[in-house]
């Protein structure tokens, strides 16, 4: 199938920690690979994105990997503050996006 | 830059009632733009896909003569939310895909609809 697999849904982390959302799909055709982080009240933005074609990308305090072969790619977050607390979604995009369930980040100061 | 807006932000309305929700990219045209529908604390459902000028293509399970959706231009999509009803209750949120951003797609603020 399509689907997109995230986890942890909830993660709990204290003001400085690093925080880590994983993800997996199931379709090898995907190439590309979005994060959006959404406050209470409003739309997703966009944080981070990467391409097949690299394993690796930061800016920042983000860094997304992927891991092609494995089919499942990560965000990391270090040196957490409290306005990252949001939910963040993982997605993948082939004719469309298709997003993961999200996870809950609350970063606690 | 790939600023995507929406209008209106929020709406109450009487059960019965049509709505518009409009969607527009700022600053980049929008070849394709699809509507989203989110419910409290769950992840974003797919509702229909729409290129400038065509049809709408909506997903399994989406009353396309309940969500009536326009993409007159290149920079407006609107979605119409015919003879609401509560359980229409949720949030609409729109993203836009352009020319120029290839694969990305750049979500509006969402719109919350409240049908009483």
């Known amino acids: 199938g399509e689907n997109v697999e995230q986890h942890p849904s909830t993660l709990s982390v204290q003001e400085g920690d690093s925080a880590v959302i994983k993800c997996t799909y199931s379709d090898s055709a995907s190439n590309y690979f979005p994060w959006y982080k959404q406050e209470l009240g409003k739309g997703p933005q966009l944080i981070i994105d990467i391409r097949s074609n690299v394993g690796e990308k930061k800016d920042q305090r983000i860094a997304v990997t992927l891991n092609k072969t494995a089919k499942h790619f990560s965000l990391h977050i270090t040196e957490t503050q409290p306005e990252d607390s949001a939910v963040y979604f993982c997605?993948?995009?082939?004719?469309?996006?298709?997003f993961g369930g999200g996870t809950r980040l609350m970063v606690k100061p | 830059g790939a600023v995507v807006s929406q209008h209106p932000s929020r709406v109450i309305c009487k059960s019965g009632t049509s709505v518009k929700i409009e969607c527009r990219s700022l600053d980049f045209q929008a070849t394709t733009m699809f509507w989203y529908r989110q419910f409290p604390k769950k992840s974003l459902m797919l509702m229909a896909t729409?290129?400038?000028?065509?049809?709408?293509?909506?997903e399994q399970g989406v009353e396309k003569d309940k969500f009536l959706i326009n993409h007159a231009s290149l920079t407006l999509s609107t979605l119409t939310v015919t003879s609401a009803h509560p359980e229409d209750s949720s949030f609409y949120i729109c993203s836009a895909l352009g020319a120029g951003t290839r694969d990305t797609q750049y979500f509006g603020p969402g719109t919350r609809l409240t049908v009483l």
């Open positions: 997605a993948r995009a082939g004719n469309m996006l298709t």
């Open positions: 729409s290129n400038e000028g065509s049809k709408a293509t909506y």
